[in-house]
């Protein structure tokens, strides 16, 4: 079961390089979503995908671009590196919450990249 | 905008003994989800419990609870008999619910985290 998978697991990129991180997932989950960490401040949303074809910005977007051009890959794009973009990265995907009042949902998590701007 | 705290960046406990993790949240929603999620050292990010906010009863997951206090805004997380892989650091989040199919409700809010340490 392969889940959510994120590559690379660790990156050190100068300052002004540009990278992609990539994620897949094999749940056939609508929604993805890629957040980042950082101390003290928990996980905070940089961009999301409802489905094929369409993204939005979330909390923390600048800096960043993203794509979902199938169901199962949303790769995020980092224009010019900066030091502030230093963080640990994790790629999520899920089901849409029910409209009913019942049945559950859950993001589930790739391992994360640890990304350090130089 | 929905807001998460967690006033406790740092806590420790005894193996086996129980402790309690807090965690308040601010929102405006009437129908919402509120997760636990642990991450150990391995930095994966695990699901521990989890509680619909239309539902009275405390949600458990074997050795671990929360305490649920819908009007006070209050979601804490109580983890009997600690062990040793309990360590981690533990994330409170809220999801809204929403009604629109094409709104993305699966934005998960995060708190800051409490680093849960256990030992022997």
Partial sequence: NAGVTQTPKFQVLKTGQSMTLQCAQDMNHEYMSWYRQDPGMGLRLIHYSVGAGITDQGEVPNGYNVSRSTTEDFPLRLLSAAPSQTSVYFCASSQPIPLNRTGNTEAFFGQGTRLTVV | ?120
């Fill in chain 2, 1 to 120: 905008a929905q807001t998460v705290t967690q006033s406790q960046p740092e806590m420790s406990v005894q193996e086996a003994e129980t402790v309690t993790l807090s965690c308040t949240y601010d929102t405006s929603e009437n129908n919402y989800y509120l997760f636990w999620y642990k991450q150990p050292p391995s930095r994966q990010m695990i699901l521990v419990i989890r509680q619909e906010a239309y539902k009275q009863q405390n949600a458990t997951e074997n050795r671990f609870s929360v305490n649920f206090q819908k009007a006070a805004k209050s979601f804490s997380l109580k983890i009997s008999d600690s062990q040793l892989g309990d360590t981690a650091m533990y994330f409170c989040a809220f999801m809204k619910h929403v009604l629109s199919r094409w709104e993305y409700g699966n934005k998960l809010v995060f708190g800051a985290g409490t680093i849960l340490r256990v030992k022997s």
